[in-house]
């Protein structure tokens, strides 16, 4: 149910001095409405009409380039830098200062590789989206009136207005000229075909002529009887649009709108206010996201030389420990330990025990202390000596300590005694 307004654009009315408006001419319809109502009016009066319609320009003729190209490749990046070279010779202008846009393949066309193309001046391409962009009409395409022309190769078609005339001799091959040079022109064209015909080239010489002229122009009616070829003359009322629209599908198939002119849709122009911010929202993202991967990582390897660290003194609290588990538990019961072993009042402690055996151990220089580890009212002292007469003359002053239970047990080694006495407290 979609509806649809198409316009007709005339460039050489921009500044003429008759002041004919360049976009005068338009005409809609609708799939519920299958009359077409034709009109004319200025640039700003088709701003209310074009709300929710798919709207269409028609360039005249004289402003493009139409070919049917014979490129082999299908592949449309390759045909686009194929093509500009291929019109080269075609064109009053030079290719960077042209916009090339490639049509679909007609289907059931002889020759596969025949390319549709359309060309035109990218100012005024760029000029025209820019006056419809002013007053807020979005165009759907943009493509020239002799695209909305029925033609096949075997049938030609020829429209004449009141200052211009277009043959078209296919799908995608059309021609432009002034009304006064109809004749000549179209007579050219036919001899051309006629000499590819004998030749026995693939274009072909059309069987009839569709003549399309307006109502009541005497003259065009006479324009084509000298030609010995069949013409089939069709009448429009008012404006060459009223046959244009009749071939609304043939416009979207070769439109103008394609690569950097491409129209963007009400929902990217919607979005288009925000995507600065979601860029920014994106990379700050980014940002936090990479900073908070260094954080854990520095806080990873800070955990890991803190572990170090605790296991370390650990290590030195209690000496021999194998099992780094429980460490917070077994250094609290270690300290409960050694706080009831200095208990003043109980004699059996770990102060009590050392007091009484220090002096024996500190003046004695034969022997050499290892460790001393403090369990349940007892310490073993590990040492070791050159001989076991060093180990037992120190025991022996050990056992004459008042109050001490003393118990030796010894290794002989090579060139040393290795040896661990137990020193309680009795009592």
């Given amino acids: 149910m979609s509806e649809f307004l198409v316009i007709h654009y005339k460039p050489e009315h921009d ?14 319809g609708g799939d519920l409405h299958p009359s077409i109502t034709l009109g004319h009016g200025s640039l700003e009066e088709l701003k209310a009409i074009s709300r929710g319609k798919k709207v269409s320009v028609l360039i005249d003729a004289h402003y493009t380039t139409v070919e049917s190209l014979n490129i082999p490749s299908k592949n449309r990046s390759k045909q686009l830098q194929a093509i500009p070279y291929a019109m080269e010779d075609n064109l009053a202008e030079d290719i960077e200062e042209t916009h090339f846009a490639v049509g679909k393949f007609t289907s059931g066309q002889a020759d596969e590789n025949k390319v549709p193309v359309i060309a035109i001046k990218r100012h005024l391409l760029e000029h025209v989206i820019d006056i419809f962009n002013q007053q807020q009409i979005h165009l759907e ?3 020239a009136d002799s695209v909305a022309l029925p033609a096949t190769s075997n049938q030609w078609s020829v429209l004449i207005d009141e200052d211009s005339a277009l043959i078209k001799t296919g799908n995608a091959q059309a021609h432009s000229c002034d009304r006064e040079n109809l004749c000549v022109i179209l007579q050219a064209l036919l001899d051309t075909h006629a000499e590819n015909d004998n030749n026995k080239h693939e274009i072909i ?9 307006k109502e009541g122009d005497t003259e065009a009616e006479t324009m084509l009887n000298e030609f010995d070829i069949e013409i089939k003359p069709q009448c429009y009322k008012n404006h060459a649009l009223e046959i244009f629209v009749q071939n609304l599908n043939d416009v979207q198939s070769l439109n103008l709108l394609q690569g950097e002119f491409t129209p ?3 929902g990217d ?3 288009q206010p925000w995507k600065a911010a979601a860029t920014i929202a994106a990379v700050w993202l980014v940002l936090q996201l990479g900073y908070s991967s260094m954080q854990a990582i520095q806080l990873e390897e800070k955990n890991l030389a803190l572990t170090k660290l605790i296991e370390g003194e650990f290590k030195r609290a209690i000496p021999g420990v194998k099992k780094m588990t429980n460490m917070q538990k077994r250094v609290e019961r270690r300290l409960d330990e050694l706080k009831s072993g200095g208990s003043g009042a109980n004699t059996s402690g770990f102060l009590q025990i050392l007091s009484k055996v220090s002096p024996a151990l500190r003046d004695n ?16 002292v590990d040492l070791t000596a050159k001989s076991l007469q060093d180990i037992e003359t120190i025991k022996n002053k050990l ?3 008042p109050g001490i239970k003393t118990v030796l047990s010894t290794t ?10 137990r020193l309680e407290a009795k009592g």
């Fill in 15 to 28: 500044n003429a001095t008759d002041k004919k408006p360049a976009f005068q001419y338009w005409a809609m």
């Fill in 141 to 143: 395409s943009v493509t």
């Fill in 205 to 213: 010489t059309p069987d009839s002529i569709t003549f399309f002229y």
């Fill in 264 to 266: 963007k849709r009400e």
């Fill in 269 to 271: 122009l919607w979005l």
């Fill in 365 to 380: 220089d034969k022997i050499d202390i290892k460790a001393a580890i403090y369990r349940n009212n007892y310490i073993d």
């Fill in 399 to 401: 056992v004459a300590i």
């Fill in 412 to 421: 002989v080694e090579k060139d040393k005694v290795k040896g661990r006495l």
